[in-house]
């Protein structure tokens, strides 16, 4: 014992040896453990392994700080680690990474976890490397909360759902609009490829949507991507996955051409539903949460919710502070096809200053949104196309229909509903937030 009352470096090491060398023998004696004790033992195997790694970032830490590897012939922290540990040269960068972090005061939470092995070296990295990231965008005396979360999503989730925490926590404890900001910089990303023949006469495209995209494209194959069974023999759908959902986005568009050659809106098979706090939607603020599809779990920022809310097939579940809802909206706000018909005779195209994209390419906008308590009713309507419809959103610009012409205050935050409404409070069961929404961070552990 030394006289912090743990085992010596000396301890430590004769351990070590003579664990080395039974580890080196136990295929001699494996049989020796019960049946019943294999997993168990398998268990024991993984903790060891990960404590050792730890170590290994406490030693070279304390090697840095000696002055041991810059003394060296290595020529950087991992050729020390490579040189005199041949077992971790593939995770030689990883270890040197890890022990920078130990030498950050502020990543304290983080090097707790990596000595006790409760994270791995890898999420340890990738959680410091996402903390990093995120902190200029941090409201003040929100780190310390946010790297306590990353961590236990790290612990739970492992890398990928450290990552798949940025958006959650923008929306939650970033600056205000920095949720927003993010998702407008993602929705510029948005492409679809041109077509590559192959050569089985098959044609490939590559498509990167954002989150809007993402919820979008999921409900409106959702249905259509369903497995059928065979009319006549009742056997399974033997489609692999991809091939059905391949064959319902081309089922979808068809159906779309379809209805636009005819002249009319194409039936709303297909929906997003969306859950929100009053508050939130009112002062944009947090994030609407997607439910119901693959998609379940993807945020959209308030904005974005409040733009789908005009003229998209969006179900909008609003909830109180309390996790109760207050409404469960329908799709009886959007404007109707007579109505869209006569806003296309008066407005013609998009409405914003300066565009011309024709009418039918348009939404149909609430100018005192829908939200807020705005009618569906040809005076609080008016045409924009995709593109200004998400500025106007995004900008909160104002718009009056003065003389049958639509006419826009195009400063920043114009917007300034005078016809408010909360929806009613509903009877029935409370909607509690999911404990395990993709995304969404796991209970802090004590």
Request: some cysteine.
């Amino acid at each position: 014992m030394n006289s912090t009352g743990g085992a010596s470096v000396a301890d430590i090491r004769e351990h070590a040896a003579a664990l080395s060398a039974g580890l080196k023998t136990l295929h001699t004696n494996i049989f020796q453990c019960p049946t019943g004790e294999l997993g168990d033992f398998l268990s024991e195997l993984a903790k060891l392994r990960a404590l050792a790694g730890a170590a290994s970032v406490i030693v070279t830490a304390d090697a840095e700080g000696r002055g041991v590897i810059e003394a060296s012939q290595s020529a950087s922290t991992r050729g020390w680690i490579a040189e005199h540990g041949w077992h971790s040269r593939r995770e030689a960068t990883t270890i040197a990474k890890a022990t920078h972090i130990l030498r950050r005061p502020e990543l304290a939470e983080i090097t707790d976890s990596i000595r006790t092995a409760d994270l791995d070296l890898s999420t340890a990295v990738v959680v410091q490397g996402e903390y990093d990231k995120l902190a200029p965008e941090l409201l003040l005396g929100a780190h310390p909360i946010v790297l306590k979360q990353l961590v236990n999503h790290g612990a739970e989730y492992g890398p990928r759902g450290v990552r798949e925490l940025r958006q959650w926590i923008l929306a939650h404890h970033g600056k205000p609009d920095e949720f927003a900001d993010f998702q407008d910089h993602c929705r510029r990303h948005i492409s679809l490829s041109s077509p590559t023949e192959t050569s089985t006469g098959l044609h490939e495209y590559r498509l990167v949507v954002d989150n809007e995209g993402l919820s979008v494209l999921e409900a409106a194959i959702q249905t259509l991507s369903a497995p059928r069974p065979d009319r006549d023999t009742r056997e399974r759908d033997s489609r692999p996955t991809d091939r059905r959902r391949g064959e319902a986005l081309i089922e979808a568009l068809r159906r779309s051409v379809l209805a636009q050659g005819q002249g009319v809106t194409a039936a709303a098979t297909a929906t997003v539903n969306v859950t929100m706090h009053l508050d939130d939607l009112q002062q944009r603020t947090g994030a609407a949460t997607c439910t119901g599809t693959i998609a379940d779990g993807t945020l959209l920022a308030p904005d974005t919710a409040r733009k789908l809310a005009c003229d998209a097939g969006i179900i909008p579940t609003v909830l109180g502070a309390d996790g109760a809802i207050l409404d469960c909206g329908t799709q009886q706000r959007l404007f109707t096809l007579a109505q869209k018909r006569v806003l296309w005779a008066r407005d013609r195209h998009c409405t914003f200053p300066g565009c011309d994209i024709p009418a039918q390419w348009c939404d149909a906008h609430h100018l005192v949104h829908w939200v807020d308590g705005g009618p569906t009713d040809l005076d609080n309507g008016a045409l924009l196309c995709p593109a200004h419809h998400t500025i106007v959103h995004r900008d909160e610009l104002n718009g009056e229909v003065t003389a049958g012409q639509v006419v826009w205050d195009r400063r920043p935050g114009s917007y300034r509903p005078t016809r408010r409404s909360e929806p009613p409070r509903r009877s029935g069961p409370s909607a509690e937030r999911p404990s395990r929404q993709r995304g969404a961070p796991v209970p802090l552990r004590t």
